[in-house]
C-alpha cells in the first residue's frame, strides 16, 4: 500500500511570489485534505476536496486555493505569499466511502517565505 | 467551533517511565485520532477512535460521554519522544487538533 506523498520537502520563496504544493494520496482513498502547521502549534484545516470539489473550507483567504485530479492527487495553491504563510504544508488522505476513516498524513512540505 | 485542550503541554521522562496523556474536547464528535509527530515533522498515526486502542507500550482510552480521551505510555523509551496530538472531528477529514504535548524521553 503506497503511502502519502508529497513534494517538494523544502521550498523558500520571497514575500508576493505563488507557490504550488503536490500531493498523492493513498492508494484507495479518494479525499485529501491540507493543513498548516506553524512552528510550536498544532496543524490547522485549510480545506478539504472530494470529488474534484472543495468540500469544506477552515478559516483561510482565497488566496489558500486547491484541486483535486481524478487520480485523487491533489495541489495546494497560495498567491501572494505572505511571511506568516512561513510553514509545515500536510496532506492527509482518506476513503468517506467507509464513512468516517483515519487520516494519513504525507510527510509534509516545509515552505519559508522571505 | 470544537476547542481541544491537551494537559501536559511538556513532559519529560526517564526511560522505562510510565505516564498519561490527556486530551478534552468541547463538543460531541465522531472521530478522534492521537498521531505522534517526530522530529522531522511526520506525523504518525497512533489511534483512530473508536477503533484500535493498544500497540507497543500505547494505548488510548476514550470517554466520549464525558468529552475526554487518554493516551497511556508504558515502558517509555527514548523513540517515543516527539509531539503527540489528539485531533477530533464531527464530519470528512476536518480534524481540529490540539496543541500537542512536548515528550522527551531521557535514557
Known amino acids: 500500500e503506497t503511502g502519502v506523498t508529497q513534494s517538494p520537502t523544502h521550498l523558500i520563496k520571497t514575500r508576493g511570489q505563488q507557490v504550488t504544493l503536490r500531493c498523492s494520496s493513498q492508494?484507495?482513498?479518494?479525499?485529501v485534505s491540507w493543513y498548516q502547521q506553524a512552528l510550536g502549534q498544532g496543524p490547522q484545516f485549510i480545506f478539504q476536496y472530494y470529488r474534484e470539489e472543495e468540500n469544506g473550507r477552515g478559516n483561510f483567504p482565497p488566496r489558500f486555493s486547491g484541486l483535486q485530479f481524478p487520480n485523487y492527487s491533489s495541489e495546494l495553491n497560495v498567491n501572494a505569499l505572505e511571511l506568516d504563510d512561513s510553514a509545515l504544508y500536510l496532506c492527509?488522505?482518506?476513503?468517506?466511502?467507509?464513512?468516517?476513516?483515519?487520516?494519513?498524513f504525507g510527510n509534509g512540505t516545509r515552505l519559508t517565505v522571505t | 467551533g470544537i476547542q481541544v485542550e491537551q494537559s501536559p503541554p511538556d513532559l519529560i521522562l526517564q526511560e522505562g517511565a510510565n505516564s498519561t496523556l490527556r486530551c478534552n474536547f468541547s463538543d460531541s464528535v465522531n472521530n478522534l485520532q492521537w498521531f505522534h509527530q517526530n522530529p522531522w515533522g511526520q506525523l504518525i498515526n497512533l489511534f483512530y477512535?473508536?477503533s484500535g486502542t493498544k500497540q507497543n507500550g500505547l494505548s488510548a482510552t476514550t470517554v466520549a460521554t464525558e468529552r475526554y480521551s487518554l493516551l497511556y505510555i508504558s515502558s517509555s523509551q527514548t523513540t517515543d519522544s516527539g509531539v503527540y496530538f489528539c485531533a477530533v472531528g464531527t464530519s470528512g477529514s476536518r480534524l481540529t487538533f490540539g496543541e500537542g504535548t512536548q515528550l522527551t524521553v531521557n535514557p
Open positions: 492508494s484507495g482513498h479518494n479525499t
Open positions: 492527509a488522505s482518506s476513503s468517506v466511502d467507509r464513512g468516517n476513516s483515519p487520516l494519513h
Open positions: 477512535i473508536p
